[in-house]
Each structure stands twice: as structure tokens, then as C-alpha cells.
């Protein structure tokens, strides 16, 4: 299963609406999709968990949807901490695990 | 507090092995399901391989046959055994675990280079 993510890049401002897309080649089970955050330097940290499911400490503007072959993240006002690159993620069978390529969320 | 530390980086010539460690605390490795994840600079994420709870262990098709991954009990540590190294392995190596669930990657070291290149 393939994981395409779109844009490649987004600009836009601190306070504004963010919205992440990732589309599965295949329908996968929401409890399959995953998100993750990476900071320049930094490891990655995990986002939302079963497709809309927030990881651990995680603010609530991080928002998570989607079902079958299409899947959201969703960061509702941009704090200047949340430029970073964003993967989703998907457990599967061949690969068992596969990223998508990212999107990086630049400030405008 | 779960910690991961990652250990093991290097240049190596190609051709040539290296072992990672990742040191774990506040959770026992052996319990858990534990990957490695590598990303190439300037790249994306790659998942390289996992160990299951019951032992058993599964990798990528790009390292299947050259990689081993392994844990130590008593040290409560993940190790990866790279053998026969290319260029295309270079990367930054993250060991990561899988405690609340094998589904996804809930904590991450900070990983190790791993340079192949004469």
C-alpha cells in the first residue's frame, strides 16, 4: 500500500487553519493511520493514533479524520512550534509499516 | 519515563557491518514490540525492521538477509546487526517502540548516523 501525501509543502501563517492530506492506494482500517511530527534535528513524535486518535500530551487543535482511502490531519490554529514536517503512517502487510513522503508546513 | 538511547553510528566502508544499540528504561523491552526506522538524509521515513514480544522478527525487503535484529534481557537493549553495508544504507537510524500498540510508534530515541562511504 502506497501513502500519497498532499501538498508537498504548505505555507501558511501562525493562527491559520491547517489542513494535511493522505490518501492510501488502498482502503486500510482507520485503526491502521497514524501521524507523526518532525522537527529539524529532532526524532519523530507521534501525533494521532488510530486515525483520530490523539498520542499522549498531544494539544487538541492536532485533529484527526478519515476512513477507507482518504485521511485528515487537521491543526486548527498554527502555533509558531507546530512548522515542522508531518508524516502519516500505516500498518500493513508488505511493507508491514509505510510513511508517506511528507508534508512540510512552512510559515507564509 | 521511557527513555530510548541509540548507539552505534559511525563511517563505515561499504561492505563493512555495524551494530546499533538502543538502551531502554521505564519499560522492558523484551515485552514489547521494538522497530528500527531510518531516514536518509534530507528524506523520508523507512521502516527497517521490528522485534515482536514473542521474539520472532520481521525487516524491510531493502535489508532482509543483511540486517539481524536482536534484544538483550538483562541489559533491556535493542540491538540491529548491519552486515554487508551500501551507500543507499546511509542514514539516521531511530530505534522506536510499540507500547500501546504494534499498530504504530509511540516513542522515538534520538537516533544514530550511519554513514556508508570510502
Known amino acids: 500500500i502506497v501513502l500519497t501525501q498532499s501538498p508537498g509543502t504548505l505555507s501558511l501563517s501562525p493562527g491559520e487553519r491547517a489542513t494535511l492530506s493522505c490518501r492510501a492506494s488502498?482502503?486500510?482500517?482507520?485503526?491502521?493511520l497514524a501521524w507523526y511530527q518532525q522537527k529539524p534535528g529532532q526524532a519523530p513524535r507521534l501525533l494521532i493514533y488510530?486515525?483520530?486518535s490523539r498520542a499522549t500530551g498531544i494539544p487538541d487543535r492536532f485533529s484527526g479524520s478519515g476512513s477507507g482511502t482518504d485521511f485528515t490531519l487537521t491543526i486548527s490554529r498554527l502555533e509558531p512550534e507546530d512548522f515542522a514536517v508531518y508524516y502519516c503512517h500505516q500498518y500493513g502487510s508488505s511493507p508491514l509499516y509505510t510513511f508517506g513522503q511528507g508534508t512540510k508546513l512552512e510559515i507564509k | 519515563e521511557v527513555q530510548l538511547v541509540e548507539s552505534g553510528g559511525g563511517l563505515i566502508q561499504p561492505g563493512g557491518s555495524l551494530r546499533l544499540s538502543c538502551a531502554a528504561s521505564g519499560f522492558t523491552v523484551s515485552s514489547n514490540y521494538m522497530s528500527w526506522v531510518r531516514q536518509a538524509p534530507g528524506k523520508g521515513l523507512e521502516w527497517v525492521s521490528v522485534t515482536y514480544s514473542g521474539g520472532s522478527s520481521d525487516y524491510a525487503d531493502s535489508v532482509k538477509g543483511r540486517f539481524t535484529i536482536s534484544r538483550d534481557k538483562a541489559k533491556n537493549t535493542l540491538y540491529l546487526q548491519m552486515n554487508s553495508l551500501r551507500a543507499e544504507d546511509t542514514a539516521v537510524y531511530y530505534c522506536?517502540?510499540?507500547?500501546?500498540?504494534?499498530?504504530?510508534?509511540?516513542?522515538w530515541g534520538q537516533g544514530t548516523l550511519v554513514t556508508v562511504s570510502s
Open positions: 522506536a517502540s510499540q507500547l500501546g500498540s504494534p499498530l504504530y510508534f509511540d516513542y
Open positions: 488510530g486515525a483520530s
Open positions: 488502498q482502503s486500510i482500517s482507520s485503526s491502521y
